[in-house]
């Protein structure tokens, strides 16, 4: 079932979303004061001829929402031409399900652009390909460096609880460094996007 305009108003604002988050709200709210978009990179936005809907799914759990999603609110704040509104993803299953991952997987943010009569434009999922190649080869790395932490291919969810949280604080420093170049990458990813839209 496709997403209709009468649906996609049913979803929270983005101050809403922020206003009903139980976790990691304080690092939400520090990507987002980081954030500065270059002026190129607003101007990208600020130039589309009128504003375009955006549907996002979402948890407050997801580290990728919590990078990601500061980054689209912010491009939305400062551009004023992004109708964003955020479905949790779990309570929303029929629309997570129209924007799997590769056809299969329920990863999250995902941000559908859309045209005045919700045709989709184009869709951002998760993260920037090159921003999972990087974070593995790191993730190989340390895993290298600690043979206590197990095998790099065992999935975070299924590590012990003190692995996790060894893993969790050797990455931490790299990430940081790492959070201007990624976000970036997703301001390029959601470019290439709006770049679609007919002048």
């Known amino acids: ?14 101050d809403q979303y922020k206003a009903q ?3 990691n709200r304080e690092r939400f709210e520090e990507n987002e004061r980081a954030f500065q978009p270059a002026a190129a990179d607003l101007a990208a936005f600020t130039d589309l001829p009128h504003a375009l809907p955006v549907l996002v799914l979402a948890e407050d759990w997801c580290g990728d929402v ?9 491009l939305a704040q400062a551009s004023g031409k992004l ?9 929303n299953l029929d629309i997570m399900d129209q924007f799997l991952n590769q056809g299969q997987y329920r990863s999250i943010p995902v941000f559908a652009f859309f045209d005045d009569q919700f045709n989709e434009i184009g869709r951002f ?4 390909e090159s921003v999972t190649q990087r974070r ?11 043979p206590e932490l197990g095998s790099p291919d065992t999935p975070i969810t299924q590590m012990p609880e003190e692995a996790r949280t060894q893993l969790m604080q050797l990455m931490a420093s790299w990430r940081a460094e790492q959070k201007p170049a990624e976000n970036a990458e997703v301001v390029r990813a959601l470019r290439a996007i709006v770049a679609r839209v007919p002048a």
């Open 1 to 14: 079932m496709a997403v209709t305009r009468e649906r996609f108003e049913q979803g929270l604002t983005y």
């Open 136 to 146: 593995d080869a790191k993730r190989r790395e340390v895993f290298a460096e600690h």
């Open 125 to 128: 999922i998760e993260r920037p």
């Open 66 to 74: 919590i990078d990601n999603l500061p980054v689209l609110g912010r």
């Open 21 to 23: 988050m139980t976790r």
């Open 83 to 91: 109708d964003v509104r955020v479905f949790l993803r779990d309570q």
